[in-house]
Structures are given as C-alpha cells and as structure tokens.
C-alpha cells in the first residue's frame, strides 16, 4: 500500500478491518512527497489540522511527545489509489482546472443563458473530450472508479432480474449475457476487451443497437428534459413491444430528504449545471413526466443502499 502523497508527516495504515494496533503501518508522508526539495512543513501541518477537523484524518499526540500520528478515517479511505474501491480518479477530475473553470462561468449563465463549460472552453464537454486525449482518460477513468463501486450494489440488489436476460444494450453484468457496450467512438475506442462484451461507437440521439434490454447509469442526468425524451424514443425502438425494458440508475431528488446523501445529490445537480447541457437531478414526478412523454407509462423504482436507486421502464 503506498502512501498518499498529499497528506501529513506521518500516517498511520491500519491492518485490514482496522484492528489491532500491533499490526499498524507507520509511514513518514513528508518524505514520501515527491517533487518537493523545499518542503513546507509548517503549510503541511495547518492542511493536516484542516483535515482532522473535517474528519477526514484522526490525530494521535504520542505521550512522549514524539510526531503527531495521523489515521484514516471511513472517508479517507476512499482516497487511497490502490484500494479496491476507490473515488481517487473522480477526486482529481473533478477538482482538475478543466473541470474547475466551468464553476467560474455560472453567473453569465444566470445572466445571459448558455452553458458553463463551454462558456469556459469554447465547446461542449463531449465535444471537449473528444478532442483532448488527456481529458477524455481522466473522465473516463472517473467514470469507471464510481460505476465499480455502485454497480456491485446494483448487481447484489438486483440481480435476479439481470438472470432473465439474453441481451442487454450498455454493461457487461452477467457472463450469459450478450452484451453491447454503446458509447461515443472516442469513448469505446479506449474500451478495454471483455468477454462477451462487443464496444459498438454510435450516437443515442439517432438510434440504439437492439436488445431486450437497455440499461443507463447516470447518462440521462447529463441532458435536458429534452434530449432525455429523445433518448428514451429510441430506447422504445431498439426494445421489444411487450418484455424489452429500460433500466435506469440515476438520482432521485426527495423534497425535505434528509438522508445519507442529500448533500451529495443537490452538489451533483450544481455539477450538471456547470459541466452539461442542460442536464439535472430530477424528482420522480419530473422521472415519471419524462418516462411517459418518452413512451414508458409505466415504472418501478428500487431504492438501493447507494447515492443512485434503480429506474425499471
């Protein structure tokens, strides 16, 4: 396990399950901080205070009056790079400078209409990626870090349904499956091989590859109502009349929620607001408005123990 090389003098690793302190790691981060041949200890140590008090590190004062010790906390260690599940890769995309400017530009968007990331960069984020290398691994790679970690909760919640399939338009869940990973051509070209799993580049605002089912993490929350309804139209298509259905995971807004992720999902309907077109957080009647105006009247939604919950159409 390697340190994070952006915190503290020293840290401590706790040994798997956070037990005994025997079986501690003691790793002196100041000097694991590379690049840096005229380190600030003093600036290191306010950053560590900040950190401790936002819980994000703990803090031991040794009785011999050595170094302080500093530990992770339940939210830190989801910042470590080689941990299983991991948000480092979307900490760093979404703190990146390209992904910072757009926050800058809300106030002419207020004002004069438009969109914040291409006020900032001149296009629209898609058409950004697909032009920049280097933002399109760093978002995509934010991308996979997230949907690893909500989708082992989509599978365990929702797993027996994903056992009805024989073709599924989106995400390689089940070997059985045939699988359609469709996605725009500079996306899919960077896809990496999987059995049972085919990358077809194509635009869903023309058409969608058929199947039995079409499933959507966090893509409709990108786009306006209006482009959503688009998407949905040619979800209705590409499925068959009376079994095919679309399966959403995506946020819902709740009025006076005041759970878990609250904050989180009011923060992403400002990133929406600063990186998209249009896109947002929904409620479930502007969920339903949506569904039914794109040609599903019916759905089932499924809550599930994660930011997202489950849109069956």
Request: include cysteine.
């Amino acid at each position: 396990m390697h340190p994070p090389s952006h915190m503290g003098k020293t840290i401590i690793f706790k040994s798997e399950g956070g037990q005994s302190n025997n079986k501690r790691k003691i790793y002196p981060i100041a000097a694991g901080i590379i690049d840096s041949p005229s380190l600030d200890i003093p600036y290191l140590a306010r950053i560590k205070r900040s950190l401790v008090r936002i819980k994000i590190l703990t803090a031991h004062n040794p009785l011999d009056g050595g170094d302080t010790l500093y530990g992770l906390t339940l939210a830190s260690k989801w910042l470590l790079h080689d941990a299983e599940l991991s948000l480092v890769p979307m900490v760093l995309m979404e703190n990146h400078p390209w992904q910072l400017a757009p926050w800058h530009c809300l106030s002419q968007c207020v004002k004069e209409g438009g969109t914040a990331f291409k006020k900032a960069h001149g296009c629209e984020m898609w058409d950004f990626a697909s032009k920049n290398p280097d933002f399109n691994k760093i978002f995509n790679d934010a991308m996979a870090c997230s949907s690893k970690i909500v989708m082992g909760v989509v599978l365990e919640e929702y797993k027996d349904w994903f056992d009805c399939l024989g073709s599924l338009v989106d995400v390689g869940a089940h070997p059985h499956i045939n699988d359609t990973n469709f996605d725009l051509a500079h996306v899919v070209a960077t896809a990496p091989i999987r059995n049972g799993v085919s990358h077809v580049g194509g635009y869903m605002f023309e058409s969608i590859p058929k199947a039995d089912a079409i499933f959507m993490k966090w893509v409709l929350h990108d786009w306006s109502d209006e482009h959503c309804i688009k998407i949905l139209k040619n979800c209705r298509n590409a499925i068959l009349e009376k079994i095919g259905k679309v399966i959403i995971v995506d946020f819902i807004l709740e009025k006076d929620n005041n759970d878990l992720f609250d904050e989180t999902c009011m923060a992403f309907d400002l990133l929406m607001m600063a990186h998209t077109f249009g896109g947002k957080q929904r409620t479930e009647l502007e969920w339903k408005n949506l569904l039914e105006e794109g040609g599903f009247p019916h759905y089932k939604i499924t809550k599930i123990p994660t930011i997202t919950s489950i849109i069956e159409a």
